[in-house]
Nanobody
């Protein structure tokens, strides 16, 4: 059974970089055909799919968002980990951040997530001075 665990600092100051890690166990991030997403939920709001990295290392981000240009998703295959970085954070980046094993399709360079079959428990990040 695949399990995901997010980790990272719970408090980040405005203008700094938010860095989170998702450690995957029970399966490899490179050997099946799923992708690995980052999703967040700001307080009082719905889930926001931020982007993902595929089993072969390609990255896709949500096409239109306030954070697309500030976001980088990467991986460390030796540690079976997925990472998220969001630069120049503001209080609007305060959220619970989740990683999830994802299935979907690519069309004209855009990824459309169809389902999320495994989730981490999430990690709460607050952006505040």
């Amino acid at each position: 059974q695949v399990q995901l665990q997010e980790s990272g600092p719970g408090l980040v100051k405005p203008s700094q970089t938010l860095s989170l890690t998702c450690t995957v166990s029970g399966g490899s991030i490179t050997t099946d055909y799923y992708s690995w997403s980052w999703i967040r939920q700001p307080p009082g709001k719905g889930l926001e799919w931020m982007g993902l990295i595929t089993y072969d290392g390609s990255t896709y981000y949500t096409p239109s968002s306030s954070y697309k240009s500030r976001t980088t998703i990467s991986r460390d295959t030796s540690k079976n980990q997925i990472s998220l970085q969001v630069n120049s954070v503001t209080p609007e980046d305060t959220a619970v951040y989740y990683c999830a094993r994802t299935g979907g399709t690519v069309y004209r360079g855009t990824y459309s997530p169809t389902y999320f079959i495994s989730w981490g428990r999430g990690t709460r990040v607050t952006v505040s001075s």
